[in-house]
């Protein structure tokens, strides 16, 4: 099993856009998800990129974004579950393991999102993939600890919360979470990067270690 730590530098979350998007809708996305949670979103806007190249030169989507052609236009869910799992790289914690979103033909009208999390069981990983409607706001703020396994989508859910074809209620939103999590609570709390230290003087001793902000450590197994 593979050691998985969220503090320093949370994995990058895929977007595909299975319908045309604008590119000021995906900029929004990228605003909304940094007031609540790091913006680490990956634009999936090639289907080998990201196997292709060294994943470490794959960056996070920043705004604004440029137009592109979405490589996955029409594509179903299975289609993008198999696609995310032999051309998104597990290997080096750069890419989440576990999740990824989905902008559809809803997000144009109501720009909301499909989140998804393909090992929804940890007991059961053949188990159906699980998505759920959420805002812009939280996507990545949900996805983050389901992506590390301390929370499963849509746990305790009632079967009226669940979605139908990407056209159910939208679950997850900013207004919920703060209803639930409490006014002050967002996820950049646990995903912070390490501080920044000026370097000491020439001859001065070292430095000794930085504590870090509050972390989460988990042992994922593979997908």
């Known amino acids: 099993m593979a050691e998985t730590v969220l503090g320093r530098r949370p994995r990058m979350i895929p977007i595909y856009c299975t319908a045309e998007i604008a590119p000021?809708?995906?900029?929004?996305?990228?605003?909304?998800?940094?007031?609540?949670?790091?913006?680490?979103?990956?634009?999936?806007?090639?289907?080998?990129?990201?196997?292709?190249?060294?994943?470490?030169?794959c960056l996070p989507a920043t705004i604004p974004t440029s137009a592109f052609q979405s490589p996955v236009l029409g594509w179903s869910l299975q289609q993008l579950r198999e696609h995310y799992e032999t051309q998104i790289p597990e290997t080096g914690?750069?890419?989440?393991?576990?999740?990824f979103i989905v902008l559809d033909e809803r997000t144009t009208q109501d720009e909301t999102c499909r989140i998804v999390s393909i090992y929804p069981d940890p007991l059961d990983p053949t188990a159906a993939t699980i998505t759920a409607r959420a805002d812009f706001y939280v996507a990545v703020e949900v996805l983050i600890p389901v992506d590390v396994r301390s929370h499963i989508l849509n746990e305790g859910q009632g079967d009226e919360n669940k979605e139908d074809g990407g056209q159910g209620?939208?679950?997850?939103?900013?207004e919920r979470?703060?209803?639930?999590?409490?006014?002050?609570?967002?996820?950049?709390?646990?995903?912070?990067?390490?501080?920044?230290v000026a370097a000491p003087p020439a001859g001065a001793a070292p430095l000794g270690p930085i504590p870090d902000g509050p972390s989460l450590v988990v042992e994922l197994p593979p997908r």
Do not use: C, H
Request: hydrophobic share 40%; net charge negative.
């Open 169 to 174: 209620e939208v679950l997850y939103t900013k």
């Open 177 to 196: 979470m703060i209803a639930e999590m409490g006014p002050d609570f967002n996820m950049k709390d646990y995903a912070q990067p390490p501080p920044l």
């Open 93 to 99: 914690g750069i890419f989440s393991s576990f999740v």
């Open 24 to 57: 000021e809708i995906i900029d929004k996305l990228i605003e909304r998800t940094n007031e609540r949670a790091p913006p680490r979103l990956y634009l999936v806007d090639s289907l080998t990129r990201a196997i292709d190249d060294d994943p470490a030169n």
